[in-house]
């Protein structure tokens, strides 16, 4: 039997422009990604996004879409990582440092690939492009993709 943790990931965008958050401690630490995390007992996936998005960026949204779902695997490690990926154009705040995040606004077109996780260059442009994904990554340690399979898909599996 397959362990699966289940986690979100939140891109805010305004026109030209995707909120990245800079990684200061924990999983994924050094490294511009969205923002997310694990979705606690007694709640769906999507108020587990909400929740992450306000405690790490200090933004609300209550519009979120679902764009894309990801599996990683590491080898060695025997829970796999299923990521629900939401995008939001309307929110309420500025975006404010937290202990676990520090965003910063990014032309669509000057995304820091080199400082974010190796599988992002893959699937940003479908979610740039508004294009629903699903795909899964095995990696080695937490630098080297294995294998991939990343597909546009119209509804997800799950």
């Known amino acids: 039997m397959v362990n699966r943790k289940i986690l979100s ?3 805010v965008r305004e026109s ?5 958050g800079f990684k200061k401690r924990g999983f994924g630490q050094g490294r511009w990604n969205g923002f997310g ?3 606690e007992q007694g ?3 999507e108020e587990g996004a909400i929740r992450e998005l306000q405690e790490e960026a200090g933004v609300l949204s209550h519009d979120l879409s679902k764009i894309g779902l990801l599996e990683f695997e590491f080898v060695g490690e025997p829970t796999i990582l299923q990521v629900h990926v939401f995008t939001t154009t309307s929110y309420i705040g500025l975006p404010t440092e937290s202990d676990e995040m520090k965003p910063q606004w990014f032309e669509v077109d000057r995304v820091p690939f080199d400082e974010m996780w190796p ?3 893959l699937w940003f442009p479908l979610m740039l492009k508004g294009a ?3 795909g899964y990554f095995l990696f080695h340690g937490h630098h080297n ?3 991939y399979n990343l597909e546009e898909v119209e509804r997800f599996k799950y």
């Open 9 to 11: 990931l939140v891109f």
């Open 16 to 20: 030209t422009k995707i909120l990245l």
């Open 37 to 39: 995390g694990k979705v």
């Open 43 to 45: 709640e769906t996936i």
């Open 119 to 121: 599988d992002d260059s």
């Open 132 to 134: 629903k994904f699903q």
């Open 145 to 147: 993709i294995l294998k």
